[in-house]
């Protein structure tokens, strides 16, 4: 038993190397896009709650949102697109147009 426990570990950890290895080379690929067209910061974790935050405007399914992220629960999902009181956004819009 604890002999295939150790390798599960093993195996788990190599894992999360080989993400991290990816999850740098697309940070990488991103801030070079993003420099390219005037975004100075982007990266796969900023790019995934903006999808996520637009995936909210246009559904309120959140198993739609979750599939499409690849959470395996909702519980993961309802991290990303944190709804917005109409009055919060009412008041923001009025800052910006200065009324």
Do not use: C
């Not at 005037?38 to 599939?67: C, E, L, Q, Y």
């Amino acid at each position: 038993m604890q002999v295939h426990r150790a390798k599960s570990l093993e195996t788990k950890e190599k894992y999360k190397q080989v993400v991290k290895r990816r999850n740098t080379i697309v940070n990488e690929w991103l801030w070079k896009a993003g420099k390219s067209i005037g975004i100075n910061d982007i990266s796969f974790h900023t790019a995934r709650h903006t999808f996520s935050w637009h995936m909210k405007g246009v559904t309120d399914n959140i198993h739609v949102i979750k599939d499409a992220l690849g959470h395996s629960t909702t519980q993961q999902t309802e991290i990303y697109p944190k709804e917005l009181d109409d009055e919060v956004i009412d008041k923001e819009v009025a800052k910006l147009y200065g009324s």
